[in-house]
């Protein structure tokens, strides 16, 4: 049972250069969400998706996209990265009830010069 | 807006003490509130969960509050260790939206003494 998993662990991009971040988790969670960290601005939601078929906006969703794959997958696109999207991003699944805590993957950091 | 404050971003404490970590919030009534444990490198770890109706949540070495009039809760870590030492986020339900949204505050970055 590896929980949350996130590939890659580190990247560094290019400005304009475009990638997509993969998650997945086995726990058979119906919810699964992107967020990314900056120092000092603790974890920001960018995407979600209760549920397989559906994704919603969160509180930054500007320059990303996402796709849930299926239930296990859940992945985010940078288009055409920029500075600005420097940062560590965080997977999460949830099961879908009142009260659920949210798992976390490891992390991928990412660097866009 | 919902707004989430910690704090302070960094805490010393001797080992042994109690470790006392504070989360205030704004402009919302969540039904509950939860904490995590994030050590560097890694991703937040969920620890505890409390409810609107429950004044108090244990678990080993570890105490939360919630008090829903002043909008606050506490986070004891008695007995503390060195292994203890990691950032605390406090997290509060999103009140609109599907999925079970989190806002997290930034954070209380907790070092333990030897």
């Known amino acids: 049972n590896a929980g949350v998993t996130q590939t890659p662990k580190f990247q560094v991009l290019k400005t304009g250069q475009s990638m997509t971040l993969q998650c997945a988790q086995d726990m058979n969670h119906n919810s699964m969400y992107w967020y990314r960290q900056d120092p000092g601005m603790g974890l920001r939601l960018i995407y979600y998706?209760?549920?397989?078929?559906?994704?919603d906006k969160g509180e930054v969703p500007n320059g990303y996209n996402v796709s849930r794959l299926n239930k296990r997958e859940f992945s985010l696109r940078l288009e055409s990265a920029a500075p600005s999207q420097t940062s560590v991003y965080f997977c999460a699944s949830s099961d879908f009830d009142g009260y659920s805590e949210q798992y976390f993957g490891p992390g991928t950091r990412l660097t866009v010069t | 807006s919902q707004k989430i404050e910690q704090n302070s971003e960094a805490l010393n404490i001797q080992e042994g003490k109690t470790a006392t970590l504070t989360c205030n919030y704004t402009n919302y009534s969540p039904a509950y509130l939860q904490w995590y444990r994030q050590d560097p490198g890694r991703g937040p770890v969920f620890l505890l969960l409390?409810?609107?109706?429950?004044k108090e949540k244990r678990k080993e070495r570890l105490k939360v509050t919630f008090d829903t009039t002043l909008k606050q809760s506490l986070f004891h870590i008695t007995a503390s260790q060195p292994a203890d030492s990691a950032t605390y986020l406090c997290a509060l339900p999103i009140s609109s939206g599907s999925a079970r949204q989190l806002t997290f505050g930034s954070g209380t970055q907790l070092t333990v003494l030897p």
């Open positions: 409390i409810r609107e109706n429950e």
């Open positions: 998706s209760a549920s397989e078929g559906t994704t």
